[in-house]
């Protein structure tokens, strides 16, 4: 059962007309009518590849429709062989053709104007929560939440977004010159999303374009570490403590640089000698790696094969795969191919795991009713180039319990799982 925990949909910008209030119409023309002066600015800076946006275009343009069509949409994703997955809105105004007004998809940053950035967010939530009700079994959406906003009426979006059939919540990765997230102004927004089961996310996107200038590498080496910078935001100021019933979700961020991050947190929390001097972690009752398991995953789009090899200290179950669809970075249409490549010596039940059944959890899916549709579109194991030898199976979770967080022992055990 494949479920992607990455994937992406949006209507073409300006048909969003009838989804935003209508004071907001003469705001959503002005912005409109400056979108061809963003791309061309993107284009100057080396951010867009025009030459390699129109080939992708050209070369899909009846599958991209799948990103607003609801038709074609479930063609691609049958076709990939998967049976669900979780919605995030498309990318911002300088990327995409299908941006939510004022800019507030993937590019949602905490210096929107609080007015604006509701009123985009909405639009897209309002026509998201319309789009994902023609097969929800298949779809959770991920409502836009401009969290650094009014309390109240963040609380009010959440409650809102949660009635009318969405299902988890992407907040900004950036707050800019707002509270950080380890400010108490959020609790009422981390009490709502736990109250209706909506898991919180961020998305890779915002970064702080305007100091990279025209390097783009600057940008490609920093634009992972910003949506997850909020973890230790959170994981350190107590929030997962505070608020046990609060999931927090890590998106096209890859998780290569979690092992390294949970092993350095642990042992600054376990008083290992380099953090002796500093003051103890009182917001906190367990390692970490503890609040990590019980409320922490990453929606790991496109997994890489070093990924896999890390995943008992980063945690099956914290492993979401994602084939971000419809995006160019990401599997489709070429899926089950990506899915040979990758998985084929993974054991059967950890393939299992990350590629469906931890999201199913996640994201509230209901396994049941999406059996059939599985066994009919999804790839099986021999599929797959993977052996079912359950004892080869159970050796491997023996492995992954055995080894698991070796730094909580002290024991230098070696990383297994495939070569790098």
């Not at 707002?178 to 089961?197: C, F, L, M, Q, S």
């Not at 002290?410 to 790098?420: C, M, Y």
């Given at each position: 059962m494949?479920?992607?925990?990455?994937?992406?949909?949006?209507?073409?910008?300006?048909?969003?007309?009838?989804?935003?209030?209508?004071?907001?119409?003469?705001?959503?023309?002005?912005?409109?009518?400056?979108?061809?002066?963003?791309?061309?600015?993107?284009?100057?800076?080396?951010?867009?590849?025009?030459?390699?946006?129109?080939?992708?275009?050209?070369?899909?343009?009846?599958?991209?429709?799948?990103?607003?069509?609801?038709?074609?949409?479930?063609?691609?994703?049958?076709?990939?062989?998967?049976?669900?997955?979780?919605?995030?809105?498309?990318?911002?105004?300088?990327?995409?053709?299908?941006?939510?007004?004022?800019?507030v998809?993937?590019?949602?940053?905490?210096?929107?104007?609080?007015?604006?950035?509701?009123?985009?967010?909405?639009?897209?939530?309002?026509?998201?929560?319309?789009?994902?009700?023609?097969?929800?079994?298949?779809?959770?959406?991920?409502?836009?939440?401009?969290?650094?906003?009014?309390?109240?009426?963040?609380?009010?979006?959440?409650?809102?977004?949660?009635?009318?059939?969405?299902?988890?919540?992407?907040?900004?990765a950036?707050?800019?010159?707002?509270?950080?997230?380890?400010?108490?102004?959020?609790?009422?927004?981390?009490?709502?999303?736990?109250?209706?089961?909506?898991?919180?996310?961020?998305?890779?996107g915002?970064?702080?374009?305007?100091?990279?200038?025209?390097?783009?590498?600057?940008?490609?080496?920093?634009?992972?570490?910003?949506?997850?910078?909020?973890?230790?935001?959170?994981?350190?100021?107590?929030?997962?403590?505070r608020?046990?019933?609060?999931?927090?979700?890590?998106?096209?961020?890859?998780?290569?640089?979690?092992?390294?991050?949970?092993?350095?947190?642990?042992?600054?929390y376990?008083?290992?000698?380099?953090?002796?001097?500093?003051?103890?972690?009182?917001?906190?009752?367990r390692?970490?790696?503890?609040?990590?398991?019980?409320?922490?995953?990453?929606?790991?789009t496109?997994?890489?094969?070093?990924?896999?090899?890390?995943?008992?200290e980063?945690?099956?179950?914290?492993?979401?795969?994602?084939?971000?669809?419809?995006?160019?970075?990401?599997?489709?249409?070429?899926?089950?191919?990506?899915?040979k490549?990758?998985?084929?010596?993974?054991?059967?039940?950890?393939?299992?795991?990350?590629?469906?059944?931890?999201?199913?959890?996640?994201?509230?899916?209901?396994?049941?009713?999406?059996?059939?549709?599985?066994?009919r579109?999804?790839?099986?194991?021999?599929?797959?180039?993977?052996?079912?030898?359950?004892?080869?199976?159970?050796?491997?979770?023996?492995r992954?319990?055995?080894?698991?967080?070796?730094?909580?022992t002290?024991?230098?055990?070696?990383?297994?799982?495939?070569?790098?």
């Open positions: 494949i479920i992607s925990s990455d994937c992406h949909a949006g209507l073409p910008t300006e048909l969003y007309r009838p989804y935003l209030d209508s004071r907001f119409h003469p705001r959503f023309d002005a912005f409109l009518g400056e979108r061809d002066a963003r791309r061309a600015e993107a284009t100057r800076l080396g951010v867009r590849n025009e030459a390699f946006a129109e080939k992708w275009f050209h070369d899909h343009e009846e599958g991209l429709k799948g990103g607003w069509d609801t038709g074609q949409r479930i063609k691609e994703l049958d076709g990939d062989g998967v049976a669900a997955e979780v919605v995030f809105p498309d990318a911002d105004a300088v990327d995409s053709q299908t941006a939510a007004p004022f800019g998809g993937l590019g949602l940053s905490g210096d929107q104007d609080p007015e604006l950035g509701m009123a985009g967010a909405q639009a897209h939530n309002r026509w998201l929560a319309e789009f994902v009700s023609q097969h929800p079994e298949r779809h959770c959406g991920v409502a836009l939440l401009p969290i650094t906003g009014d309390p109240a009426k963040v609380v009010a979006e959440v409650h809102r977004a949660k009635e009318s059939g969405l299902g988890a919540l992407m907040i900004p950036m707050w800019v010159d707002k509270a950080p997230y380890h400010d108490r102004r959020y609790d009422p927004v981390w009490a709502a999303a736990a109250e209706t089961g909506m898991p919180v996310v961020t998305h890779s915002s970064s702080p374009r305007h100091e990279y200038g025209d390097h783009l590498g600057i940008f490609v080496s920093e634009v992972t570490w910003w949506p997850a910078r909020p973890l230790w935001f959170l994981l350190w100021s107590g929030v997962f403590e608020h046990p019933g609060l999931k927090f979700g890590i998106a096209e961020s890859g998780c290569w640089w979690l092992p390294n991050q949970l092993w350095f947190m642990d042992r600054l376990l008083g290992a000698h380099g953090g002796k001097k500093l003051s103890p972690f009182e917001e906190l009752k390692p970490p790696s503890e609040y990590l398991d019980r409320q922490v995953f990453v929606c790991a496109n997994t890489k094969r070093r990924e896999l090899a890390q995943r008992y980063i945690g099956v179950d914290n492993i979401l795969w994602g084939s971000d669809f419809p995006h160019p970075e990401g599997t489709w249409p070429n899926t089950r191919t990506w899915l490549n990758t998985f084929h010596d993974i054991p059967v039940a950890e393939t299992r795991r990350m590629l469906g059944l931890a999201a199913a959890e996640v994201f509230g899916f209901d396994t049941g009713r999406l059996a059939p549709l599985a066994r579109i999804g790839p099986t194991p021999a599929e797959l180039g993977q052996s079912a030898d359950q004892t080869a199976v159970e050796a491997s979770w023996a992954s319990r055995a080894v698991g967080r070796h730094w909580l002290g024991e230098d055990f070696p990383v297994l799982g495939v070569d790098r």
